[in-house]
């Protein structure tokens, strides 16, 4: 039976690159799996090109006017299911599958369909806070439920895979499977070279804290500058924001950053770096920063970049809620807050460089989620 893996959403972003270039690697033998990306992962990922396996699809043919509408993703959803059905393939597979819900609900497929399920409902928590606050986080729960439910009348969609949520799976088997969120090992000569020392002018002595990634709303940018300004410190801190910056988060961002003028301590830098960190630098931004932030806004699922800060042994600030928090709490890999109130990150931030974490759960972490168990879960499952 052939499989069909697919991801038409590769861009300078996120986590895609890293999936697609460890599972191309992994399954370069198999004749028996096909893939499917958008046009723009050949400039982003390894030996693209080269690949009789592997079909592009254009921007201007899958979504000319509507980027990330529900149109959209129909039009996307209707490219792959005539691409699976030409090329007889009996399973497909989405690296990631939110965004096709309502499209693969509402079809009748002659193939399976699983797929990486990136914000499921059941992380989502009832907020305290008041009867605003509450509601809100109730009815987005209901909403994402919803959603599922739709994708669920399919008969031919069987277990999502979850990312790191064990639990999950032991709960709802028939609806969920544990995928873990692999730890990749990426270290390469650019990486070595790396000094973000030396890149930034940071003295040897100077703490980082490092806030990386795709810069969107679940960041909490405004939260972590109003948060450092707060802080005490025992020694001279940088706050080094890294990643490139999504067109509708940029005034937020660029309102917070602006923000740290009020900053009257001339221990405290702040460093904004405004663009893609390809994925040969990245360990070398891990390597040398002291505290790695991922106290996450109104996320609710996994993060790569806590197995990565656990591969170099550095201290998270992580939130109190969600699949985060409760990894958090499993591996002791760093110090829960809530994320909207800074006061609260305020706070993890001193302690983190005070009292770095012990290492003895950030080994555990990476063993449990190997790159190879990724892979063999992602396509044997």
Known sequence: ?????????????????????????????????????????????????????????????????EYGSLQAKFREYRYIEQFAVENGVGRVIFLEIDSYQIAIGLSRPQFQITGIYFRPFHQIPTRSGGFRTSLRSLLYRWKKRALFQVLRMNRKVE?????????????????????????????????????????????????????????????????????????????????LIAGKVRGDYRQEFDAAVNSFVMNTDPAKRLIVLDEFVDESYVDGYFRDAGTILLCYSKFYCSSGLMGKAAQHRKTCIVPDCGLLGALNQEYE????????????????????????????????????????????TLLTA
Request: proline fraction near 5%; charge should be positive; include cysteine.
């Open 1 to 65: 039976m052939k499989t069909l893996i697919c991801d038409l959403n590769v861009y300078d972003n996120g986590h895609h690159i890293a999936f697609v270039n460890s599972i191309l690697t992994y399954f370069r033998d198999r004749q028996d799996c096909l893939f499917l990306f958008n046009e723009k992962a050949a400039g982003l990922c390894n030996g693209i090109a080269d690949d009789g396996r592997i079909s592009l699809v254009s921007e201007e043919k899958l979504r000319p006017n």
């Open 159 to 239: 277990p999502l895979f979850l990312l790191n949520d064990r639990a999950a799976g032991t709960r709802y088997p028939s609806w969920f499977r544990y995928l873990p969120d692999p730890v990749f090992s990426t270290t390469g000569a650019a990486d070595r070279s790396l000094s973000i020392r030396k890149q930034f002018n940071i003295p040897a002595s100077t703490h980082i804290l490092l806030a990386f990634g795709a810069m969107g709303a679940r960041k909490n940018i405004p939260n972590i500058v109003a948060a450092y300004r707060q802080s005490r410190f025992s020694g001279d801190t940088v706050l």
């Open 333 to 376: 890999l760093g110090y829960a807050v809530d994320p909207e109130d800074v006061e609260s990150i305020a706070g993890a931030m001193s302690r983190a460089e005070r009292h770095p974490l012990p290492v003895r759960g950030f080994q555990r972490f990476v063993e449990d989620h190997a790159e190879k168990a990724f892979l063999r």
